[in-house]
């Protein structure tokens, strides 16, 4: 697959014990990009944030992370990323959504051999 220069980078904000039909939400958002053939994810964990609630998230020395903040980070063409909105807004019941225009400057993977 090869990306236009002019992609749209799509985030979306949840929570790690967030669930989606018994998975992490944010597994089965990357296993739904996938299974759509988008570009690529990646999902980052916060060490601290809060949102709409404005109730902290965070990391503690002595004890396990309370609800830690993730962010999916997708890449893809502009109508792409259009297309997987729909199925965000079933997915994600709370969390913020957002899109971005990106500069693509390389989109390749390992070179075989």
Do not use: N
């Amino acid at each position: 697959m090869k990306l236009p220069e002019e992609s749209d980078l799509l985030r979306i904000f949840v929570g790690e014990s967030d669930r989606f039909e018994g998975r992490p939400l944010y597994q089965a958002v990357v296993e739904e990009a996938r299974g759509r053939g988008m570009a690529g994810a990646t999902v980052l964990r916060g060490l601290m944030g809060f949102g709409a609630t404005s109730r902290l998230h965070t990391v503690k020395v002595l004890r396990i992370s309370e609800d830690l903040p993730m962010v999916v980070e997708i890449v893809d063409r502009p109508e792409r990323i259009e297309a997987f909105l729909p199925e965000l807004e079933r997915m994600v019941p709370e969390g913020l959504i957002t899109i971005e225009k990106v500069r693509v400057i390389a989109y390749r993977g390992k070179r075989e051999g």
